[in-house]
C-alpha cells in the first residue's frame, strides 16, 4: 500500500523498525536487580507488595520513583520517509 516510488510493504516494514528499535531501547534500559525493599529508601513509606512483585528490586515507593524519573521527556523520531523534497533531488 506504500504510494510514490517505494515498494509494496515499505510502510510495514518501516513501522516494524520503529517497534523493533524502541523495544531493543526499552530492553537496554537499567533495571533493578535483587530483592525489593519493603519500606522506600528515601522517605521510609512501606512500598506496595504488588509492586514488589512486578518490579523485582524496587527500592523506591511510586511517589519517590516518579520525583526521581522527572516530568515526561519526549525524544525526537526517526523520519525514515524523508520529505518529498529529498525524493525529488
Not at 536487580?33 to 523506591?60: N, Y
Amino acid at each position: 500500500m506504500a504510494g510514490g516510488w517505494s515498494r509494496d510493504g515499505a510502510v510495514s516494514e518501516q513501522i516494524e523498525a520503529s517497534i523493533s528499535d524502541e523495544l531493543a531501547r526499552m530492553q537496554a534500559q537499567k533495571r533493578p536487580q535483587g530483592e525489593s525493599l519493603t519500606h522506600c529508601a528515601e522517605c521510609e513509606e512501606p512500598i506496595p507488595e504488588k509492586r514488589r512483585i512486578a518490579l523485582p528490586g524496587a527500592k523506591l515507593c511510586l511517589d519517590c520513583q516518579q520525583e526521581r524519573d522527572g516530568a515526561f521527556k519526549a525524544r525526537g523520531g526517526v523520519n525514515r520517509r524523508g520529505s518529498k523534497d529529498s525524493q525529488l533531488k
